[in-house]
């Protein structure tokens, strides 16, 4: 059965002064799908993912998202796309606890000025067990694992509605078996139908995880 796509981005071209990064790469990716993009360093698989995820804006070409053609302007509204982004290097501030990590700048207000705690916890804890994770949500993020790190992370962009995960190299830092805590969380993911847009250089990881692969290759 034909099942619409959760987003195109056709003919994407990205330049910078003296350089082409992409030149009208073609990506799609399905709802509930584990796409690999898979390419050497350099080969453009990052710029890609910034344009969709609003870092960078596209030179030329086209995205849509769900049928319906959009530009992305930042990285917030690609939030408000439902666009969520776990980058290699992880957005997190280390004195911060997970819960705090999870909701910063969205935090929930009994009063105004005045953040509850209580409903901030819950709301997190939530969010962790339905990933079916033993995480200890008042722990500052410093004192996790970087598998637990990315697991934050995780939790999240689910918690921003992100119906389309970007992961960009996840287990470059990660030992066999958070590894494959990982991708037994991937699985989740995917089962309830978030698509998943997944950067690596490691062919293995393509029969382990993914269910389609681009490889990109100078741009």
Same mark, same amino acid.
């Given at each position: ?11 994407? %071209? ?11 790469? #073609? ?8 796409? &690999? ?6 080969? *453009?698989?990052?710029?890609? +993912? ?5 870092? $960078? ?5 086209? &995205? ?17 796309? *439902?666009?969520? =982004? ?12 997970? /819960?705090?990590?999870? @909701? ?11 953040? !509850? %705690? ?13 990933? *079916? ?12 694992? &970087? ?9 999240? /962009?689910?918690?921003? !509605?992100? %119906? =389309?995960? =970007? ?15 990982? @991708?037994?969380? =991937? ?5 309830? *139908?978030? /698509?998943?847009? $997944?950067? #690596?250089?490691? +062919? ?6 993914? !269910? ?5 290759? !100078?741009?």
């Amino acid at each position: 059965m034909y099942q619409s796509p959760a987003l195109q981005m056709e003919r994407i %071209r990205k330049t910078f002064p003296g350089v082409v990064a992409l030149d009208e790469v #073609s990506f799609e990716l399905l709802p509930g799908e584990v796409h &690999i993009l898979l390419g050497e360093n350099g080969a *453009g698989k990052s710029t890609l +993912m910034k344009i969709l995820s609003g870092a $960078y804006q596209k030179s030329a070409g086209a &995205i849509s998202l769900n049928g319906h053609a959009v530009e992305i302007k930042s990285p917030k509204h690609a939030q408000q796309l *439902g666009i969520g =982004i776990i980058y290699q290097e992880l957005n997190l501030v280390p004195q911060l606890s997970a /819960a705090e990590n999870i @909701f910063l700048g969205r935090e929930p207000v009994r009063l105004p000025g005045l953040v !509850d %705690r209580r409903a901030m916890q819950q709301a997190a804890a939530r969010l962790v067990n339905d990933l *079916g994770l033993a995480l200890d949500v008042s722990r500052p993020v410093r004192e996790l694992s &970087i598998a637990a790190q990315q697991m934050v992370e995780v939790a999240k /962009a689910i918690s921003l !509605d992100a %119906r =389309i995960l =970007i992961m960009d190299e996840p287990t470059s830092a990660l030992t066999e078996r958070e590894i494959a805590e990982l @991708f037994a969380r =991937i699985r989740q993911l995917k089962a309830a *139908g978030v /698509a998943v847009v $997944y950067i #690596s250089h490691r +062919m293995e990881e393509l029969f382990e995880i993914g !269910d389609r692969v681009t490889v990109l290759r !100078d741009g």
